[in-house]
């Protein structure tokens, strides 16, 4: 690629381009994954949709695939030779509380949604880690703390502007480009680039929610609990429960530094009464060594899962249960909890059902609804060899369940699972056979192959 090519994008951009050997280039690219490290021909740092769409069509022009990356969270692969937009720079955020909505640009992270929601009194469908990019997670679906209440993220989506492979800037929506938005809600980046997006928000203030810890010696009784407990709550609760390997770091504190624990997370959208009440049985399952469930504003909703906000090395991987049944908590424990060899960092079983399992008031291409419960598998490299060594060690917790599962992940937690048949499993079949024909129409080049696309073979898959 010639300079004065070059310096011709650079005219069109309000951000910067850089290409390899540029200082910066891996700052603006960085994955929150530290495994993965892309190698691009040209980054451009987009400021806005027009800076967006000359990329795009500079890339069309000299056959260049394309990525996105915003936060870094949805990485999942190496992307080599490609052109990759950085809408990290994209900061716009809206709020309209007289139609409850806010207006989301593409750089813009849950956190800061949240906070300016708030002093309206009201809250978006965001995820349990308020750093990740809203608008990559809302695209993959969405399953947040308040989720049986309210549903999918991408369920609430009311319009989104998405520069499509032909460099075109649209707007997407239930009356306009139908087809396109129901692919773009739930297909993730597999059809364009989205820029903004406008979402419903809703009235939660506050909430009764957070974590109880409990000793990793009383895994199968927490779990087990756990199972009989959660399938009869009703849908203004959300929980998970996770078999969590804690290091020994000092911003732990004492009681959970370097332990094998049981973390219940819940998120009950009513009152303290009512929550204390439906919580009681899970107290009483076994000792906590730390109960730090109560109430809480909206604004505090990280704390309910703790996640990393730090970028970490880490393999991950996803499954959905078609039932939970008491086999399959006993598989769980015997492959993932304290006894086993080596487990994995964290093991979490997310409840899903209520308002998870209905069709939106318009339709989506969301996966998952007919699931019971969620599974996610997090195993951090070792100083060795991760392919040789990691890999085995989920895939093993992956297989030991695999009786009791539909064969998908939601397309968020797919994680590792890039190959072509693993991807279309995140789908019923009939789902993934209209997204592969609007893939054909929007994108017939496969422009957008990266991570988990739909129906072209990722070089990168495992």
């Known amino acids: 690629m010639s300079l004065p090519d070059l310096d011709g994008l650079r ?4 951000g910067p381009v850089l290409t390899p050997g540029d200082p910066g280039l891996d700052r603006e690219v960085a994955p929150f994954n530290l495994t993965i490290r892309h190698r691009p021909a040209v980054v451009v740092g987009a400021t806005g949709a027009a800076d967006v769409a000359a990329a795009v069509g500079f890339a069309r022009r ?8 915003a936060t870094g969270h949805g990485s999942v692969a190496p992307v080599a030779g490609a052109l990759i937009v950085n809408t990290g720079r994209m900061r716009g955020l809206t709020v309209d509380p007289a139609t409850r909505t806010a207006r989301v640009e593409a750089g813009v992270t849950w956190a800061e949604v949240i906070e300016a929601a708030a002093p309206y009194g009201l809250a978006p469908l965001c995820g349990s880690a308020p750093s990740v990019g809203a608008v990559g997670y809302t695209l993959g679906g969405g399953l947040g703390p308040i989720a049986r209440t309210y549903g999918f993220a991408a369920d609430h989506v009311r319009s989104l502007e998405v520069v499509t492979a032909d460099g075109r800037t649209r707007i997407a929506d239930a009356g306009t480009e139908p087809d396109l938005f129901w692919a773009l809600r739930g297909g993730k980046g597999d059809f364009g680039i989205v820029t903004a997006m406008t979402i419903g928000l809703f009235p939660v203030a506050s909430l009764y929610g957070g974590g109880i810890f409990y000793a990793g010696e009383d895994s199968a009784r927490v779990l087990h609990a756990y199972r009989a407990w959660s399938r009869d709550l009703p849908e203004s609760t959300t929980t998970s429960v996770a078999l969590l390997r804690l290091p020994p770091v000092d911003e732990l504190p004492p009681p959970l530094r370097g332990r094998f624990v049981v973390h219940l997370r819940v998120a009950h959208v009513g009152d303290q009464a009512e929550g204390e009440r439906l919580l009681a049985p899970m107290r009483s399952a076994a000792p906590p060594i730390i109960d730090m469930v109560g109430m809480m504003p909206y604004t505090a909703i990280g704390a309910i899962h703790n996640d990393p906000t730090d970028p970490m090395p880490v393999w991950e991987r996803g499954a959905l249960f078609r039932e939970l049944t008491e086999d399959a908590v006993q598989a769980l424990v015997d492959v993932a909890g304290p006894g086993a060899e ?15 399992a209905r069709a939106p008031q318009v339709p989506n291409a969301v996966g998952g609804r007919d699931a019971a419960y969620s599974l996610l598998v997090l195993a951090p490299p070792p100083p060795q060899d991760m392919a040789a060594l990691v890999r085995p060690l989920g895939e093993r917790v992956i297989d030991a369940v695999r009786p009791w599962t539909t064969g998908g992940a939601l397309l968020n937690f797919q994680g590792a699972a890039t190959a072509p048949e693993q991807v279309a499993a995140a789908w019923p079949p009939d789902v993934h056979r209209r997204l592969t024909e609007l893939k054909a129409v929007y994108d017939p080049a496969g422009m957008f192959r990266f991570g988990h696309s739909i129906g072209i073979p990722n070089p990168t898959a495992d």
């Open 11 to 14: 005219q069109q951009v309000s």
């Open 62 to 69: 000299y056959g260049l695939p394309v990525a996105v990356h």
């Open 342 to 356: 080596a487990p994995p960092h964290m093991v979490e079983v997310r409840h899903l059902g209520g308002a998870l």
